[in-house]
Antibody, heavy 123, light 112 residues
C-alpha cells in the first residue's frame, strides 16, 4: 500500500527557507501515471495547492507562490522535496504531500496523502 | 480569497440530503470537467471523494455524488450520516495564468 511521509523542521525563522521532504514507500515515484504534489493549510483556513512535479523533473507551480517555490525529485531515494524561500508568518501551515493523477491536463486528483507536517514561521 | 467560491457552512439532519456548491469561472470549473471534491475531518488529511466532476474513487460511498452546470459544480450527499460531518473542499484545474490547481474555501457540514 502506497504511503507518503513528510519530514523537515517544524520551526523556521522569518526570511529563511522552508525545506520539506516527502518519502514515498510501497510504490515507485517513477510511475508514468502520477505527479507528486505539495498542498498546505494555514491554521483554521482552507487548502492551497503549492505545486507538483513529475518524476522526470517537470514542474507546475501556483502562480502566487512561483517566485519563492522550488520542487525537486530524487528518484534514487523515492523522495520529492519542497523549498519555499523568504518565509513569513503567513507561510505557517500544515504542509501535505500527495500523489496526483497525471491525466491529459493537471487534474486535481490527489488520491494518496501524507499525514501532514506543521511548520511554524517564527523568530 | 479563494479562487472557487463555496458556502461557509451547510447543515442537515440524519437521513436527509444536502448539496454544496462550488462556483468558479470559464477558466476553471466551467471550462473543464476536472473538478474534484475532498472530505477533511479535524486533524486529518483530506480524502478524495469525487473526481472529474462525477466519478467516485473505489471505496467511496454511493451516497456521494457530483455534478456541474456552467461555472458551478455541486456535491450532493444523500442519506446523511453522523460521520459525514466534516469540511468539504472543491478543486479544479485552471488555465488562468499558467496551468495550475485551485481550491475552494471549504464548507463546514454539520449533521444536526
Amino acid at each position: 500500500q502506497l504511503q507518503l511521509q513528510e519530514s523537515g523542521p517544524g520551526l523556521v525563522k522569518p526570511s529563511e527557507t522552508l525545506s520539506l521532504t516527502c518519502t514515498v514507500s510501497g510504490g515507485s515515484i517513477s510511475s508514468s501515471s502520477y505527479y507528486w504534489g505539495w498542498i498546505r493549510q494555514p491554521p483554521g483556513k482552507g487548502l492551497e495547492w503549492i505545486g507538483s512535479i513529475y518524476y522526470s523533473g517537470s514542474t507546475y507551480y501556483n502562480p502566487s507562490l512561483k517566485s519563492r517555490v522550488t520542487i525537486s525529485v530524487d528518484t534514487s531515494k523515492n523522495q520529492f522535496s519542497l523549498k519555499l524561500s523568504s518565509v513569513t508568518a503567513a507561510d505557517t501551515a500544515v504542509y501535505y504531500c500527495a500523489r496526483q493523477f497525471r491525466g491529459r491536463w493537471l487534474q486535481p486528483i490527489m488520491d494518496v496523502w501524507g499525514k501532514g507536517t506543521t511548520v511554524t514561521v517564527s523568530s | 480569497q479563494s479562487a472557487l467560491t463555496q458556502p461557509a457552512s451547510v447543515s442537515g439532519s440524519p437521513g436527509q440530503s444536502i448539496t454544496i456548491s462550488c462556483t468558479g469561472t470559464s477558466s476553471d470549473v466551467g471550462g473543464y470537467n476536472y473538478v474534484s471534491w475532498y472530505q477533511q475531518h479535524p486533524g486529518k488529511a483530506p480524502k478524495l471523494m469525487i473526481y472529474d466532476v462525477s466519478n467516485r474513487p473505489s471505496g467511496v460511498s454511493n451516497r456521494f455524488s457530483g455534478s456541474k452546470s456552467g461555472n458551478t459544480a455541486s456535491l450532493t450527499i444523500s442519506g446523511l450520516q453522523a460521520e459525514d460531518e466534516a469540511d468539504y473542499y472543491c478543486s479544479s484545474y485552471t488555465s488562468s495564468s499558467t496551468p495550475h490547481v485551485v481550491f475552494g474555501g471549504g464548507t463546514k457540514l454539520t449533521v444536526l
